[in-house]
């Protein structure tokens, strides 16, 4: 990607104070997050630095980042059944990529993906760092030449499960439930990947796991989460602390969850052939750049020579029983 021209929020990163002395580092997704902010979402990580540095400010508290400066063309407006704005990207090519949600703060990331903003005005702490870990920093690298499926991962005998499937799926669960028997937790909602060879390295993610309050209900018959455990809670889900794998796996096995009202009473898998599936499982579609295109269709080439199948259940089949099945599998 090109550098920032000076106007935008890379030039301001790398120049600002704040960055001069971090004293918050923190190596996920790929990415060497230095911080003069006590990131709290990011204690844990034990990833060894990778070179791509991500300097992160605060915007001071006279100046709110909403709105920036120049004109910023909306390309993503998720919003909730009553058409309020649940989460708003905005860009130019000189200011980069706004990034926010009512209650959850705003994120200005420059275009090159060097630097950050964060503004969290109006914001608890644990909602603008959720929405910082789960679309910021993985924004941030794609931008640096990663790419990412919308799906939780561990890492298992030296290699990396990723779980795919629709929102309320299960995903996180199975992952937990996954490292309960044996597997070293890899990330969570959001996979980085990064080619090597034809091969692709799952990296770690923030040492968080965000789980619904429903399922984390039925989770505790078989598993009691430590008090300590619990970060920060909202009205819709529980933040867990993980202990996050130390360092980027192989993605050898890729799961898709399909739970239907009339599926079985025990797991059952079938094949899933191409990278059509891949596809759709993708985070982030709105950087559309040719660069990030032809990598996006690289990537999906080398993850369908994996392990792809689907995981059919039915509603009774709960968590355990498909991490075990899947581990037997694999």
Known sequence: M??????GASSAAAT???TACATATATVFGLDVRSQMALPFLDGARAA????????CEQANDASILPWRGELDPICDQRDGEGNVVLRIEANPRDGYLIWGPGHGAHLLSPDGLGLRCDRAGSEDGRWQRLLVAQVLPFA???RGLESLHASAVALSGEAIAVLGDSGAGKTSVALALCRLGANFLADDVVALERSGETLLAHPGAPIAGLAHGEALRLERAWQPREERVLAENERERMLRMNVAAEPVPLRSLFFLDRRPDGPATVHFEPLAGARSLLGATFNFVLATPDRLRRLLDSTALAARCRVERVVAGPDVDATQVAAAIAQRV
Request: net charge negative; glycine share 10%.
């Open 49 to 56: 630095p990778t070179g791509r540095t991500l300097d992160v």
């Open 2 to 7: 090109p550098a920032a021209d000076g106007t």
């Open 141 to 143: 690298a794609l931008l």
């Open 16 to 18: 600002d104070p704040t």
